[in-house]
């Protein structure tokens, strides 16, 4: 089932696998029950990074019932929407800010896909800034990088931010929170206990040597069980 239609009643910690770097990475993430894959198109920085057309395919592989994140750093909507029609996933990443314009041009062009926009967690500061993006965005997703950086960091750092931010960020907001950043089968379990996340989404914290690792998949999933 798609990563938005289980019941919170039923404390089901659902997982996004992110940098999905092929079909075979798709399938084996799929295979241990990944609900939703996170496809990243081209950044500034950061691992993971494939061309629109690989992201297509990966999309068009994969079950209707998985969700598929197109990743984009981009912030002009008619970029945005150029780049979807190219790839055709179920839900945009915005990884980087955009306005509220950029939100009501979105939605009237793609009224069926979902808009997830990344708020990096830098310190007390991101509070207000995820309660801004909870007013537009159908989910928000918590990570570790740095916007303000003369090469923007905005997304696959491994590193971990701070949850007690990330947990008053969860009980401000009601749109599903999506908890990234530095996860891995070793602390995943603490940090769904300290923030209480709609869902847990993880990079490189399953990759050796920058491919996704079926052990650490694995070790991923039995910590979340």
Same mark, same amino acid.
């Given at each position: ?9 039923l ?13 075979? #990475?798709?399938?084996?993430?799929? =295979?241990?029950? +990944?609900? !939703? &894959?996170? %496809?990243? @198109?081209?950044? /500034? ?39 979807h ?27 069926g ?14 509070? #207000?800034?995820?309660?801004?993006? =909870?007013?537009? +965005?159908? !989910? &928000?997703? %918590?990570d @570790?990088?740095? /916007? ?5 960091e ?72």
């Amino acid at each position: 089932m798609r990563i938005w239609d289980v019941e919170p009643e039923l404390l089901i910690t659902r997982f996004k696998v992110c940098c999905i770097g092929g079909p075979e #990475e798709a399938s084996l993430a799929i =295979a241990y029950g +990944a609900s !939703a &894959l996170g %496809l990243v @198109s081209e950044m /500034p920085s950061g691992p993971g990074v494939i061309p629109d057309t690989l992201i297509r395919e990966i999309a068009a592989s994969v079950s209707p019932s998985v969700s598929t994140f197109l990743l984009t750093s981009r912030t002009d909507p008619l970029e945005i929407v150029d780049q979807h029609r190219r790839s055709v996933t179920t839900a945009i990443q915005l990884v980087d800010r955009v306005g509220a314009r950029a939100y009501r041009e979105l939605r009237q062009v793609l009224p069926g896909v979902r808009l997830v926009q990344v708020v990096h967690v830098t310190g007390p500061e991101s509070l #207000e800034e995820a309660v801004d993006s =909870a007013r537009h +965005a159908d !989910a &928000l997703l %918590l990570d @570790s990088g740095r /916007p303000d950086l003369a090469v923007k960091e905005l997304g696959g750092t491994g590193r971990v931010h701070d949850w007690e931010v990330s947990r008053a960020i969860r009980d401000a907001v009601e749109v599903p929170i999506f908890l990234a950043g530095g996860l891995g089968p070793d602390n995943v379990a603490e940090a769904v206990r300290a923030v209480q996340p709609f869902a847990v989404d993880v990079c490189s914290g399953l990759r050796t040597d920058r491919r996704l690792d079926e052990a650490k998949l694995r070790a991923f999933v039995a910590a979340l069980a």
